[in-house]
Each structure stands twice: as C-alpha cells, then as structure tokens.
C-alpha cells in the first residue's frame, strides 16, 4: 500500500495515458479515422495564412496538423494519448506552480478525463486540446514574470496573445492569474478584474473582425458548446485544489485511496454518457467502404445485425458492389427503400450528406455523385473534407473532366498521406488509355442527358438502368427499390425489360417477388417457367402459402422459416415514410 | 576571424546575386499560370503575381518597360514589389512592357521567349465586390459578400452569412458603379432586399402586391429612386449526361420597377402575365429604356432545349415611374438559336454586354455560355472571340469609365469561377482578357469556392459585415406595394 502511494504520481497517469490509448486503438478507431476524413490540411502557405481569418490559428493549424495522422491505423490514438499526457504534464506543473498541493499529478487528471470524454465526440477538435495545452504554455511563460509591474502590464497582452493563439482557453488565463498572485500573496483586485474582463472582452470585441456569431467568439476554435467541459473541468480542478487543499493534507492516505475510484467513476461515466458505440459500429461500415473492404463491410454487418438506415445502406452497398445484392437483400435489415440511397435533403444530417455520395459513385450516376460530393464537403463541419476532394477527383476523372480532376488532385498532392493516390490518379487522367477500373467505371455512365430533381431516386436508377441495361448495380438498386417499396408491377416490367437478358441464375429475393407477381396475375405453367426460377423456390412459396392460410398469417409462425423471405417482408413490413 | 567572415558572406552574396550560368533558349513562351500572356492591364491594377506549375523551382522574370525594369527572383512563383509595380506602370502609362521568364527546371536553366503586358492608361474601377459560395449546385452554407481592392491585395467582407443565420445572400449590385449606392438580397426569415444609400442600410421586403414572389435580378436606374427587377420562381434539377451538371430555370418569371422613395412597384400586363418568362432587366445608362430577356413560356422540364430567351427592350419614364406599353426585340433567340442573359449596358451607353448559351437562362453550368457585345449604335455583334473561353463565361459588369469590363469565367477548371477583366478600347475592340491577380498566384488552386457575380465599383462600400448583421437581426423590413 505504502508503494502504491509513493508511485500513486506516476501510476495513475500512466495507466490513463495507456488506456486512452488502448480504447481508442481498439474501441473507437472508426471516430478517429472519420475524423480525419472530414478535414484537410495543405502544406501551402496560403493554407497556413488562411488559419489567420480567425482566432487560435496556432492551435487550429497544430490540431489540424495533428488530426492527419488519424488516416493511419493507431495514428489517432498515438496522437490523443499524446496530447494527453502533455495535457497531464502540464496541468501538474501549472497546479505546483498557483498551489502548494503535494497531489498535483494526480488533480491533473481532470482535465484529462474531460477532454478524453470530449474527444468521443466527431466535432469535438484535436485543436481545443491544443489551444488548452498553449494557454497553459502561455501561463508558465507569464510566471517567469517576477517582476510585479511587468506581472501587471502582461496581463493583457497575455491575454491577447493567448487568444490569438490559442482561443476559448483563455477563459481560465484570469482563474490561474488570480491563483497564482494568491499563492504569492499578492492582491491586486485591479488587476483581477483587468484580467476577468479581459477575458470576456477581447472574444466580443475581436469577433466582428473574425466574423464570427457571440458564441463562437467564445468558444472558437471548438464547433460546440461542449467542449467548453474542458476549461470548465480545469477551474473545477482548481477549486477543488484549493478548496480539499486541508483535507489533502490531514487525511493524505484516504486522498490517495478516493482519488482513483472517483477519477475512474468520472471517466466510466462520461464514457456511458458520450460514447456512442452504435455511431462507431455505423462508422466501421462507412469507413471500410471507403476504404474498399466490401467482404469487411459484410462480415461486420452480420456481426452487428443493427437496425439503422446508415448501416443497411452500407451493407447493401457492398452487396451490390459483390453482386450479391438480391440474393441477400432481406437477410439484412431494411427501412423500406431508405437503406437504398440517402437523400441529399434539408433536414438531412450532415454526416448523412456526407456518405450520400457513395451509392451514386458506385452506380455510376457521376452528377448525382458529384452533386451528392460536392454538398458532402459543403456540409461537413470544416468545409474542406480529404475524403470528398478525393471523390471530387474521381469523378471528374471518370468524366474526363482532365481540368477539374487536376484541381482536386493537386490540391491532394500537398497532404502527407493522400499525395501519393493523387499521384497515382494523376498518371490515369493523364494517361492515353485508361486503365480497367476507368475504363469499367466510364462505362456506366450515361450517354444521353435527361433532368431529373436531386432526390428523385427512381428517375435515377430508371435512367442509369434504360442507358446502360448491362449496370447490374443500378438495375438491382432499381429492382430492390421497386420490390422494398411492394411495387410488383413495376418491379415485374423492369424486370421482364432487363434483368431477363441478363444472363444469371434468377436471385433468391427476385424469384421469390416474381412467384407472388406470376401467382397473383395467375400466370400460366409455361409462363411461370419462363423465368427459369429455382424449383425448390416454389416448393417454399407453397409451403409458405399454406403455412400463412393455416395460422391465419400468424407472424411469428412463420417468421422462423420465411422470415427472410421476400413474402415475409411483403405480407408484414410496413412502409416507412423515412 | 572577421575577415574570414566577411569573406564568406561576400561569396554568398556573389553567388546568390549572380545570374543563372548555361541557360538554354527556348523559343516557346512559359507555361505559367495564370495565364497573363500578351495580355492589356490597367494603368492601376495590382502586380500580376504568377507561377510555373511544372517541375520549375526556380525563377527569374524581368519586367522591361522603355523607361523602367524590374526583376524578380522566386521559386516558382513570384511575388512582384507592390511599390516598384506601381512606380513602373505609372511610367509605362499606355506602353507596352515585356515579360522574360528564365527557370531551372530539373536543375537546368532555360530563357523563353518573352511575352507583353499592355499597360491601358484607362483606368479600371478600383473596387470588385463578389459572392465567394462553394459551386454546390442547389444549396449554400457558407457565403460571403466580399470587396476586393483591385489596386492592392486588400480585401474585406463586406456580408457574411455566418452572422445571419446562414441565410443566403444574393448578388451584390452598384448603382453607376457608385459604392455609396448598391443593393444585395438576404433571403430567410430576417432577410429582405439590403438597400445601401450613402451608408444608410434599409431592409425592403420587395414582393408586392401581384407579385409571384421577392425580387431576384435586379438593376438600378441610373437616377438611383428606381430599380427594375425580375421576379422568378427558380427550380434547379440536375443532368445526367457527364459534361452538363446542374440545371436552373424558371416556371414563372415577371418584370416590375420599383420606387425606392415611395416604395410602389409598378409592371405592364405583357410583362407580367404566364405567356412569357422575363427576366435580367437593366436600364439603359440614359435611364430610358429597360432591357430584359424574355421567352415564351414552354413545358418544363421537357422543352427545356427549347427555351430560348431574347433581348427586347421598353421604354421607361423616370418623371412618373411608367413603363412603355410596347417592347421591341433586338435579339431574337429563333433567329439566332440561342439564349440570352445578364444583360449590362455599358455606363456611356454604346455597347450591351450578355451572355449566350444554347438554350435555358442559368449559364453558369453551360460549358457553351460566351459572352457577346451588342453595339447599341449600330446594332453589330462581337462574338468576343477573343475573350470567351472554352467554358461558361457570364456574369459580367462594368467599369464606370466603359472600357473595363470584368466577367466570371470557369475556363480552368470548369467549375470553380474566376473574376476576368477585359479592356475594350476607343474602337470598341475588345483585347486577352485576365484574371484578377492574387497576392500569392496558387491561392486560385486551393480555393474550393467560386467568385461569383463579380461587380466593379468606384469606391468602397460604406458598410461592412457587423453592419448588415445588425439590419438583419435589428431592422425590420419595409413593405412595398
């Protein structure tokens, strides 16, 4: 025990240092790498100016820095277990130079476990913890100032600078000042309240200058309100240095006993309060996508078996892409026909916005993409997103639009990590011949124009299907759109139009929808036989019927054997509005 | 030791300043970018910084004027004096300066031939204001209303729609050029037409009574009390062919004038009835005609290839605020298989500048959109061949003195736009237009926003961003009837 309380300094960081690391790494990788996607970050000087435009330029252009290193596998972890431990470090030493606690170390986790917490959330940015730790810098840089004048006459410009530099954070400069001039024995109410003023002034007076809205004037260079947790968890900090300063001191054993439990019950708390462990699974399977692991996205989707539209419009992507899309359409949950295609609509979520683009791109249909892309990086938080200039490029490339798909390439060639594929795709759209995957992909696109409204998905799928009847992804997107949304008919035209001629063994949900259609017109032997459906599909669609007449289309009777049939969806799903 | 230092020093200087050794001739011109070659410049624009995009890491461009040189040293890019720049294009006022560029390119030297800057004495409109939006089709979420000076690099945003809720914020328009008149529309709840009148901002909520709904394009009367708009009803769907992207028309579209003394709108029936779409009225710089665009109204969108729009013109008397009863057509869409927009009547009233694309009134994504210039004395077209690039070019305004023009023009990339200016001189002869110079030549490439709906102006706007964010949150807005 006594060990354990000589090494209490040490321990307790390490191994929440340790942890973050491995919770990150292992439990949360997804948000870190979606993190990454919806940023970009040049190295150009006009980029770097451009941090300028607003407050905190250092820590938004540092956070920003950092936040590219998230495109590689434990990168995102690395880089917040780090921070974290200089978030620690730091904190320590701020707490020993305003207090005389011997438990500085172990007080300096608190803010650590707040920005841990905070960092669960996407919008929370690597940047605020780098503005907390500059704000911190900027406060040990002032404590050198000895001399009580000078002390007085930089407070301003500390403040100032701090802003500048670092933004939201410097709501705790006036707290520390006023500790520290407490530890000194120091009273200068005036400079008190030059410095709390100060404080609250300078983002009001600056914000006109920076365009920015009161609150984000407050809490810049943060998107949300919440990360605000961290200065706040910070001052929390200190009032309890300040305030358990005796209890500390008489009763340091059970101080050291306490601390842990409660610091851990903090964490375990905040992380059942914002962790969404639900949006890192939806993000696993948008993130595989992204990075081409179809068989992954599968594979997960199984495991997770989530009821969400985001996860079903994953997953039958790389259905379709695996041409498997009919044959295991229902085996997966599915929203009616919202798991086809996101719409790109107001009320839409950002996010939704951003992955939108996905189905399109892979159909085929580049201006439904494009436009999808285009508002993807529009919407997303930070306005300029690597993982949409990188469909931007592609596209464009797949148009042959050579100008356009320059643009974004170039502009990826001054990232650290998405340079060497702009140079890859720089080579294929300067390239004589394409090369199989352009040639592939030019190939779905249509050769005549027709104008349909953005969110028009059938007008879509119709169009891309009567252009190019060979484009099995978009025609088994329309066929599932017509067969999830119980339109027979037109399932049963587009399906006589062109998946006949397609030469494949008739998909398990196609042959079931078409006995319902060829049942209920009452379709001649020689008809039905027609489509060549498997004969084994019929013995089921019999005993089905019989089934559902027996339990008078009792649901859970016939829910163990046909539940992932296509008459169990038709008979009992209902048709969501969205 | 000092010596010694000294000594080393002058060597670094030496060999810094001297020139480059075995350089080749090259008798092709430099591939820079943008493209400022032969171009004709404004006695009083700001330096034309540009770089070498290829492999080049090293430049030295002297600019040799018949009085004056300067030379600049960069590595792919260079950054010309703002001093020396001004003093040399006072001195060459009207002459013609030569631009040599010499680069290493993979550690070799090579001097290409040089190229021109013809420095017009005429000067341009110092201001440019333009919406920066990202090119994204139907939908906005960042816009900014910024003004440019063109003398100097300096900007300032003059509205910004993060301190309005994230309304959207239309084109930004100048009275004569005169910055102390000029009008934008703020659209959403707090929004309505921004009316600056020497510094005094009003909010006008302009549908009134009849109308289909608020003011969209829109242009000043030369006196500054009226200003005639049109009044659509837009629907933007999309293409599916890969070289066309997005497509905007309108259903319904309406001509009035509005009196911003009394605030009465006025119209004509043919100008307001659902047999025909009108729309871009300007006046005439004499203030007595209005010109429009106008075409008859077609099933959309499936005769959308079909909707082509004319020039037709009406009169209008400022005494009493009345429209003519009878328009006459001076561009006849059948006749000539095409449609027109953005009509500009040049402040000395010779030319009519528009846009003409095959068919539809949005040309911004129309790869065939060029511009065109009506000479309103003599009624001869120039097809501006000179100007027009191979992508849409539309959007256009110009300087108070009649012989600048600026345009947008997608021709790098064909979808983020750039501000172009085009000389026109004393024949009406229209020269290489070029782009509006930056301070750093690849801001242009990493810039994910189109300038848009740029406008040139005499001064500076007498308001800025906090100001319209107080009208839009503080000021109710004014009705009109």
Redesign the interface.
Known sequence: MAEYEKKIDWILPASLVGISFLFFQFFYPYHLFFKEQIQLF?F????F?SYFSKPAWLAGYTGDFLTQFFYLRGGGATVLSFLFLLEWLISSIVIKRISSTTKASVWALLPVIADWILHLEILHSVSVSVGFILVLLLFLIYTFISNRRLSIVSVPIVIFTGYWLAGMTILILPVLIVARDFKQGRFSLLKWIVAIALAVAIPLAFR?HY???TL?AYIYPAIQVQSLLLPAAFVFMLAGVFSLKRIELTHSKLFNIAVPPVFIGLLIGGLSVNANFRFEKILSLDSETYFGNTDRVIELSQKYKLKDRQATYFTNMALAKNGVLPEHLLEFYQPSVHGLILPVM?DESWQSIFVSNEVFFLMG????A??SA??G???SPY??SSRM?KRLAEINL????T??A??YL??LS?TLFHKKWAKSRQLMNHAAVPNKWLSEKREQ??????????NDQLA?LR?LVQ?NPGNTIALDYLLCHYLLDKDLKSFKIAYDQYARQIDRPVPKVYGETLLIQLFASKASGEEAAGYSINPQKMKDFIAYTKLYEQTKGDMNALKERFGQSYWFYYHFATIQKK | MRNIIFFIISVLVLMACSGPADVRISHELPAIYPDYIDVSIPVNVAPLNFMMRDSTDKMIVSIEGSNSSIIVRGNGKISIPVKKWKTLLALESGKSLSIRVTARKNGKWIQYNPFKWHVKSDSISPYLSYRLIEPGYEVWNKVQIVERNIESFDERVIADNNLTDGTCMNCHIYGNQNASLSMFHLRGKNGGTILNKDGKLRKINTKGNGMILNAVYGNFHPGGRYAVFSTNIIIPELHALKSERLEVYDTASDLVVLDFDTNVTSTQPFLSDSTAFESFPVFSADGKWIYYCVAPAVPLPDSIKSLKYSICRVSFNAENGTIGLKADTLWDAKKMNGSVCHLKTSPDGRFLLYTVADYGTFPIWHREADLQMMNLETGEIDSLKIVNGPNSDSYHSWSSNSRWFVFASKRDDGIYGKPYFCYIDSTGKAHKPFVLPQRDPSKYDNLLKSFNIPELSDGPTPFDAADIERVFWDQEAERVK
Request: net charge neutral; no cysteine; hydrophobic share 35%.
């Open positions: 040049l150009s000087s006009d980029y100016i006109h365009l920015l809205t984000q107001p249909d580049m201006n439904l494009q436009h285009m508002l990086n529009t919407f306005h300029r200039i797949i148009n042959g639009d100008a356009a320059d643009k170039q502009i001054k696109i249509p050769h005549t124009d027709t104008l349909r409204k953005s879509s169009f252009q």
